[in-house]
């Protein structure tokens, strides 16, 4: 099996349209094996060169909260009383360590974008 580093996109374009052709293959033959290498070889340069961008600490919370079916009286445990979680979702006040602990330990949300600045914070 020769298999070589994706350096270009037209190296990327071509081990994509290889990997289209073994999407068949048998796990433990030549061609899963093959598979394999090639799909781990294009992570690796889509992690490089088209990095996915962390959600806003906000937008992760709403969406963490619409996909649970969620309301803001079910925050209240993780932020505080249902004004302190309105005045969180509109922005006006930023999350604490604590709130950002239990909303990643509860909810599942990534802590990496719960400390991040919101979009208003970011932007000034």
């Known amino acids: 099996m020769v298999v070589k580093p994706i350096k270009t996109k037209a190296d ?32 690796a340069y889509e992690a490089k060169h088209y990095p996915l961008d962390l959600p806003d600490p906000v937008e992760a919370i709403k969406y963490a909260m619409e ?38 330990r509860k909810l599942g949300i990534p802590a990496e974008s719960l400390v991040r600045p919101s979009g208003k914070a970011r932007a000034a």
């Open 12 to 43: 990327y374009q071509a081990v994509l349209k290889e990997i289209e052709t073994l999407m068949d293959a048998k796990p433990r033959t030549p061609q899963g094996d093959r598979l394999e290498v090639l799909v781990t070889l294009v992570e």
């Open 67 to 104: 996909s649970k079916g969620l309301t803001v009286k079910d925050l209240e445990p993780m932020i505080g009383r249902t004004n302190r979680v309105y005045e969180i979702l509109n922005r006006k006040r930023p999350l604490t360590l604590k709130m950002i602990w239990e909303l990643h």
